[in-house]
Structures are given as C-alpha cells and as structure tokens.
T-cell receptor, first 113, second 112 residues
Framework: GNSVTQMEGPVTLSEEAFLTINCTYT??????LFWYVQYPGEGLQLLLK?????DKGSNKGFEATYRKETTSFHLEKGSVQVSDSAVYFC????????????FGKGTRLSVIA | DAGITQSPRYKITETGRQVTLMCHQT?????MFWYRQDLGHGLRLIYY???????DKGEVPDGYVVSRSKTENFPLTLESATRSQTSVYFC???????????FGPGTRLTVT
C-alpha cells in the first residue's frame, strides 16, 4: 500500500540555520505530494504541494521538489526563524484521488534564538 | 464565517458515556474526514465520507460511529467512551479527488 516515511524528530536548530526534513514515499502511479504544518494548539495547515514529477512547491520560504526517481519530497528552508517551530507532516494523495491523504508521522522542529 | 469548524473545542467526559463531536464546513466539499492525533502515533484516520450518506472506515474505526445526512456536517460519536479514546480529534474536508485537505482546529477530548 501507499506510505510516507519522514525523518524522526525532534529537530532543534538555531535561528537562521538551514533546514531539511526528509520525506520519502511509496505509491503506485503518480501521487500528489504535500507538506502540512501544525503550530502549537492548532490544526494542520497546508504549507505547499506538488502534483507531478519535478514540480517545486514553495511557500513562506519553504520549498520541496517532487523527485520521482528517488521517490522523495524533502522540505527545505534556507534560514529558519523561531516562528517556524511546529510539527511538519509530509503526505501523499494517490493518483486515483479517491482515498484519503496518507500522512507521515510528523517531525517536530524547534528553533532557538 | 467560511471554513471548517469543530465543536466543542474541549470536552471532558466519563468512561461509558456517549459523546458526539461536531464538524461543519461551509465549502460544500464532497469529502470529509475524522482523525485522531496521539503522541507517538501521528495522525490516524478514523472514518471518512466521500459524499452525503456515504461513509467508510479508516485505520482505527472501532468504538466510533459516524453519519453524514448533510454535505456540510460530519458528526463523530463515541458510543461508550473509554480512556483510550482520550485524544485530540481533527476533522478535515476536501473539495475534489486531487485537492488538498483542510483541517479544523481540533477537539481535545479527555475521558476520565
């Protein structure tokens, strides 16, 4: 079946450090890929998405590129801020689109000043 | 207000009681979902619905009941609450097959 694997956290970085959160997936066909962010005490919010191979999703300084050859969708940010502290979830929607999103277990990021 | 709302936001109940968590969306999205979030388990899908009167089980449906008589509402009922159902519950909706899901703010349920 379809699955998403994320690097385990927590990840602790200093402000202005470079961020990478790894995400790999297993799926048949051509899934759409998503990154969601959950700030403390809130629900999940869509951060960015990519719907086909080599697409790059970007938002709020975060980027992720859909790599079909490595089945990956790693999240990156060049310079993190304290306000980026949150839990990040990678997810996929299978190509048929008729089933719920499949989520990774989430990676907690803490950014310290 | 447009969007997806959940009520109550916080609930404390006793073991064995029935409790219903409400979810309402204003977009007329066809798909709706219920998840629970627990430390160490991430998000787990309880039930989902592709349209009014169509529901299907997710990963952890035991102990829960859902209904969807109207497109905009998707209540989740715990028929006889247990301590293991203490969790944060999130409702979500999706407009179409390849679109992203939008999440509500969550309901924190404590079963004593």
């Amino acid at each position: 079946g379809n699955s998403v694997t994320q690097m385990e956290g927590p990840v602790t970085l200093s402000e202005e450090a470079f961020l990478t959160i790894n995400c790999t997936y297993t799926a048949t066909g051509y899934p759409s890929l998503f990154w969601y962010v959950q700030y403390p005490g809130e629900g999940l919010q869509l951060l960015l998405k990519a719907t086909k191979a080599d697409d790059k999703g970007s938002n709020k300084g975060f980027e992720a590129t859909y790599r079909k050859e490595t089945t990956s969708f790693h999240l990156e940010k060049g310079s993190v801020q304290v306000s980026d502290s949150a839990v990040y979830f990678c997810a996929l929607s299978e190509s048929s689109g008729n089933t719920p999103l499949v989520f990774g277990k989430g990676t907690r990021l803490s950014v310290i000043a | 207000d447009a969007g997806i709302t959940q009520s109550p936001r916080y609930k404390i109940t006793e073991t064995g009681r029935q409790v219903t968590l409400m979810c309402h969306q204003t977009w007329s999205h066809s798909y709706m979902f219920w998840y629970r979030q627990d430390l160490g388990h991430g998000l787990r899908l309880i039930y989902y619905s592709a349209a009014a009167d169509i529901t299907d089980k997710g990963e952890v449906p035991d102990g829960y009941v859902v209904s969807r008589s109207k497109t905009e509402n998707f209540p989740l009922t715990l028929e006889s609450a247990t301590r293991s159902q203490t969790s944060v519950y999130f409702c979500a909706s999706r407009g179409g097959s390849r679109y992203e899901q939008y999440f509500g703010p969550g309901t924190r349920l404590t079963v004593t």
